[in-house]
């Protein structure tokens, strides 16, 4: 029973820890190519993927960004703002391996201190919290179907 209660905290607390981060990471992102429009416009342009779709993703981009750091704050919404989060990340981690296959030389379209990662470090990072958010996705499901089964097989006292 102990260990249980050990692996259900470590669970809340890395889950947590996790949601906490990405809040952080998607406002802070947001915010910050919304405030430096500008350079996020003409970094989008010089992209040759993105070029076609810069005056949709240059708004699209942050405001998405901030409507998942929304979801994420609320209980309710809280699952599809990690589905959104993985599927943001993927998109991202994406986009940069494109970039480092075939455009390595362009500037980090991302906002803030993360443009001073280099394509590599980024590709790294999204990576890492791309798989991070995937294994609390995949712990979350197994969390609620443990906790359902043993609802369910208890013994009446």
């Not at 280099?118 to 990072?125: A, I, K, P």
């Amino acid at each position: 029973m102990f260990s249980v209660m050990k692996t259900t905290a470590a669970y809340h607390l890395l889950n947590e820890a996790l949601r906490y981060l990405l809040i952080f990471l998607f406002v802070y992102t947001g915010v910050s190519k919304l405030l430096d429009h500008a350079s996020f416009e003409t970094a989008l342009l010089l992209s040759p993927l993105l070029r076609p779709h810069a005056a949709f993703l240059v708004i699209a981009v942050p405001v998405v960004e901030l409507v998942v750091a929304a979801m994420l704050l609320t209980v309710t919404y809280r699952r599809a703002g990690f589905v959104s989060s993985l599927l943001l990340m993927a998109s991202f981690t994406g986009y940069i391996a494109y970039m480092i296959v075939f455009i390595p030389h362009l500037p980090c379209s991302c906002g803030g201190i993360l443009q001073q990662l280099s394509w590599r470090n980024h590709l790294l990072f999204n990576a890492v919290l791309t798989i991070w958010i995937a294994l609390a996705l995949y712990a979350q499901t197994t969390h609620q179907l443990f906790i359902a089964i043993n609802r369910t097989n208890r013994k009446p006292v």
